[in-house]
């Protein structure tokens, strides 16, 4: 089963695809653990890592799925690129695609950035994160992970908290998240919250501790530093008063809840050194997961047979 | 050599004038105005049976880009755009490179459009110095040399101050100040509309608010020196009702629309295409609707295009990153026919009030925007029933960042007269 030939985003993606996502991304988990942590599935392909924002965890993540498919692979990063030298984005794509690689794995900082150059070459885009549009590959981890530790979507009441205007990992979240029958709250800051976002079907809540009531899976976001420059809130210390995950506040969350943040995570901002080491913490899970489903993704887009990957 | 448009639906908003007239001109007047004018040898016949004769059309709003970046337009392509869009005279802004805010660019742009074009232009010039924001420019001067009106266009004026002080000197001179109503702050360097889709695509939004709150300042300044303020490119519901409301105060302000905020919603932008990245942004049905409704009676003025030419490279780019802006004098009158006539939601009187005698009157041109024995002949003839399909090699300008291309659009341009001068733009 094909789903689709880029992935630009979870949104358009149905319940199905996704399901075919999570169960392939769960045969790829045990290559990961074979001695010989490699199978042939995309030998001779060519994929181009093209990362115009910084990045560490999402890039090596997909340079290892690369790696343990058999896939050859190639990294460009803008600093040292010839972006630097005024090219743009769409010429510096057209060169590389005379090299004929069979896929793109990009990260920039413009929504919509990957769906444009996706309209100018041959292989399949692979959205790492466009501004604060969509990180597909994050949220299908993310759901991973939570089917691995709750068995399922239907029902299960999810919190995400943070600086949710600048997320890409929301808003691919929260459309993965409805689309497999589950129920999303954001919570944070008014000034952190984009009007209308309510329309894509979830609830908002700027007082913490009631949005923590009852759920059963709380996801922390990453406050940036900078952001305080703009007045989304005062001061560090402020934020990891009113909205900063601690054990105290975590008792108001349902009894078996987990917490989950797409990292790096800032201890003692958004999330106390506490509750990121605890028992219910599945932080470090997700990061081993994100192998498992880039291997999904990248087997799935790049027309892979079922049998060559489970060799 | 006389000219004889034949059998047209003439149509004077000016005069109320609607019926089946001749119109015979001379000497680049109108000689006569009859039901039927004797075909003779000396007389060129133009048969506009079918179609409608209106006062020229003019564009309150437009950038030609000369001098400056003539990459993008030149006054020569711009104003040949003009004409096959049905402009008989067009009124450029002043953000060109040096900045109009002197006689000298002025004469500038008036010698070279003469050189090149019978299209007629009223330039702009700039509110302040260099469109700073800070130093009233020299209107006088200006004006001397050929400027209709003065605004800072695409900066908006931030001080109010600065603005009382442009409304109050402007008047005193005679001359309009127009506004584009926006508050940059607020706009806090958004790509689109804020609202559901800028929510979904993590674009940043700017708030119909950022609008509405500008024109609030800029109806009460209008208020404070009695001076009249003209508002650019009207795109929310909001602002549609502070104008109405203005108006039934009795502060003299006026607005003018533009196609794509007629003819066009946010969700376009969900493609990424950077032919849908204007400002102001592309708004909601519900702002479409409020736009149209303002149109219709009369809230909002006029329609005026905003043709802003970019370079086909300046626009392949990320979406938050382009330039604002379309090509639009090809396209807004077969769009007005489109989505205002043939739907029935303005007049035919209407929309030609809104191209021609309206902007007349809001610039001060008094012997424009009417159809009068004795006055310069300036024509507009279109068809509500032919198509315009916009092919990219059709469009006269240098640039092609139109969202329109490849589309058909129900009504068409079919000639225009220009000082007397017949310019047929395309077969029957």
Redesign the interface.
Known sequence: MKIGKHLIGIRGLSKADITHILDTAEKMKEISDRPIKKVPALRGKLIVNLFFENSTRTRSSFEIAEKRLSADSLNFSASTSAVQKGETLLDTVLNIERMQPDAYVMRHASPGSCKFISNYVKGSVINAGDGAHEHPTQALLDAMTIREKKGGFEGLDILICGDITHSRVVRSNIHLLKTMGANVTVAGPATMIPPHIDKMGVKVETNFDRALKGKDVVMMLRIQLERQTKNLFPSMKEYYLTYGLTEERFKLAAKDAIVMHPGPINRGVEISSEMADCRESVILDQVENGVSVRMAVLYLLMGGGEDEASN | MKLLIKNGRVVDPFSGTDETLDILVSNGKVLSINKKIAVSKDIEVFDATGMIVAPGFIDLHCHLREPGYERKETIESGLAAAMYGGFTGVCPMPNTDPVNDSAGVTSFMIEKAKKVSPVRIYPVGALSKEQKGEELANYAEMRDAGIWAVSDDGRPVMNSQVMRKALEYAGSLGLLVIDHAEDINLVAGGSMN???V??????R?I?AEAELIQIRRDTALSRLTGQRVHIAHVSTKYSVEAVRMARKKKIPVTAEATPHHFSLTEEMVE??DTNYKMNPPLRTADDVKAVIEGLSDGTIDCIATDHAPHAW?EK??????APNGIIGLQTAVPLAIENLVLPDKISLKRMVDAFSTAPARIIGLGDKGRIEVGKEADLTIFSLKKETLLKKEDIKSLSKNSPFIGRKIKGAVMAVVIGGELHRLREK
């Open positions: 804020e609202g559901e800028s929510a979904r695509l993590g674009l939004g708030p493609t990424f490279e392949m780019v990320e979406f938050d990153r």
